[in-house]
């Protein structure tokens, strides 16, 4: 069963708007959340992270929010460009070894983001 | 060349074939990993090493044969592989093994078996 779930495969929005994409999560031991984002023909690139003792973490253009309890995170990209355009993969680790590994990364399917000018 | 390299970045092979990916990092990072995207899955971890010993095999069939000869390289050996083995196969690498460790990706091996 998927541990990390990103279930809105595609979004599309309007250049200059909000882009905010979703993901759950199902394993409360995980504590560190992480977006990466793909080219095609490329490998996905790190963009941003959070631990699980923040709810919020801004940088630039692109912030992730965290819900703990709700065992949710989004990552809104304000204002979206169209080289924002991608897939975006919203991974999870656990500092602490609980049945899975230790610190390994557990992906979702990834979101398709199409930024429109 | 910085960051994380692969080679090929395509290859075809059929069943009876043996054929080898390589992965090369540049940024003195401990820890590498290899992962397998098949079409709409998530990324999946098959092996992870750190300071050049596998410490983990996520249950990945003895058709792929991991070797990490020094900690900047990392190959897959393939053999016998089924046409279900086709997919995208990435290499990372991290500074050390861990959770606040991020990751960094090669392009990626792009893999059909006939």
């Known amino acids: 069963d998927q541990q990390v779930k990103q279930n809105s495969p595609s979004l599309s929005v309007q250049e200059g708007r909000i882009s905010i994409l979703n993901c759950d999560y199902t394993?409360?031991?995980?504590?560190?959340f992480l977006w990466y984002k793909k080219y095609p023909a490329e490998g996905p690139t790190f963009l941003i992270s959070?631990?699980?003792?923040?709810d919020k973490n801004e940088d630039g253009r692109f912030t992730v929010f965290l819900n703990k309890s709700a065992k949710h995170l989004s990552l809104h990209i304000v204002p979206s460009q169209p080289g924002d355009s991608a897939v975006y993969f919203c991974?999870?680790?656990?500092?602490?070894?609980?049945?899975?590994?230790?610190?390994?990364?557990?992906f979702g399917k990834g979101t398709k983001l199409s930024v429109k000018p | 060349e910085t960051g994380v390299t692969q080679t090929p970045r395509h290859l075809v092979m059929g069943m009876t074939n043996k054929k080898s990916l390589k992965c090369e990092q540049h940024?003195?990072?401990?820890?590498m990993y290899w992962y397998k995207q098949s079409a709409k899955k998530p990324l999946e971890l098959m092996f992870v090493?750190?300071?050049?010993?596998?410490?983990e095999n996520n249950s990945v069939p003895s058709r792929f044969s991991p070797e990490c000869p020094n900690s900047s390289h990392l190959f897959l050996h393939l053999h016998t592989l089924q046409p279900e083995d086709s997919a995208l196969y990435l290499c990372?690498?991290?500074?050390?093994?861990?959770?606040?460790?991020?990751?960094?990706f090669g392009p990626g091996t792009r893999l059909t078996v006939l």
């Open positions: 990372a690498s991290s500074q050390e093994r861990g959770a606040y460790n991020e990751q960094f």
């Open positions: 394993n409360s031991m995980f504590d560190y």
């Open positions: 959070i631990s699980s003792i923040k």
């Open positions: 991974a999870a680790s656990a500092s602490m070894n609980y049945g899975g590994s230790q610190g390994n990364l557990i």
């Open positions: 940024l003195g990072h401990n820890a």
């Open positions: 090493y750190s300071l050049e010993e596998r410490v």
